[in-house]
Nanobody, 117 residues
Framework: QVHVVESGGGLVQPGGSLRLSCAAS????????WGWYRQAPGKQRELVAS???????NYADFVKGRFTISSDNAKNTVYLQMNSLKPEDTAVYYC???????????WGQGTQVTVSS
């Protein structure tokens, strides 16, 4: 059993910053890939950023230059540093952890990020 838990969401003013964390625990040694996704009301879930075990990163165009994804493989933890936040970044942010087995694909419950003055 693997559990994935996000933390760090909240309310922030436009231009502000937040740091999301996501930790995986349970019967797993390491993750092959981590991803942060978000879903705003009435919209589909979309990829925000991803990072592999080897620390190759990928970002959606709408966060490039503002968000940074990083990971700690030893702790099975991934982070998302979000700077210069905009109201359109408001969404529930979900963490996805993909392990090395074919069925090792886990999602957290999500954490709300609200950008508003």
């Amino acid at each position: 059993q693997v559990h994935v838990v996000e933390s760090g969401g909240g309310l922030v003013q436009p231009g502000g910053s937040l740091r999301l964390s996501c930790a995986a625990s349970g019967s797993i040694v390491s993750m092959k890939r981590w991803g942060w996704y978000r879903q705003a009301p009435g919209k589909q879930r979309e990829l925000v950023a991803s990072i592999t075990y080897g620390r190759s990163t990928n970002y959606a165009d709408f966060v490039k230059g503002r968000f940074t994804i990083s990971s700690d493989n030893a702790k099975n933890t991934v982070y998302l540093q979000m700077n210069s936040l905009k109201p359109e970044d408001t969404a529930v942010y979900y963490c996805n952890a993909v392990g090395w087995g074919a069925k090792d694909d886990y999602w957290g419950q999500g954490t709300q990020v609200t950008v508003s003055s």
